[in-house]
């Protein structure tokens, strides 16, 4: 099973991202986000960030949880090649990204992601998992 795979949008990325449950899904929508703006295999999982969120639903939680992860990456000049996230009722998640501060001269410059957009958005429970965003470059 692939983990994730883009799609064509305008001006736009798009992105679905597979897993076989809500949380390996998760996961690999951060893994995809981390490979728009650089390739992951170079990433060293050396600094560990955890935070936690709660959504209305898994649209949002999903819509929350990429743009925490483009928070870190912009506030902390960092870059992300693991995540662990854990779900839970009511729609909160809690996750732990690990990776290390950019250096241009070690890791390719891809595109940068300017935000996060609801449209497209979908979070499928089905098997296996799908999740499916749109990034802004």
Known sequence: MKKFEYFEVTADIG???YGKNLNEAFENAGLAIFNIISDTNYI???KEISFEITSE???SMLYDYLEELLFYHEVEFMLFSEFSVEISEGFSLKATI??????????ERKSE????????MEVLETNPVKLQAIVDL
Do not use: L, Q, R, S
């Open 15 to 17: 992105f679905k991202a």
């Open 44 to 46: 060293n999982p050396t």
């Open 57 to 59: 639903d898994n649209v």
């Open 98 to 107: 690990m990776g290390e501060e950019i250096d241009w001269d070690k890791h």
């Open 113 to 120: 992601i300017k935000a996060i957009t609801f449209h497209k």
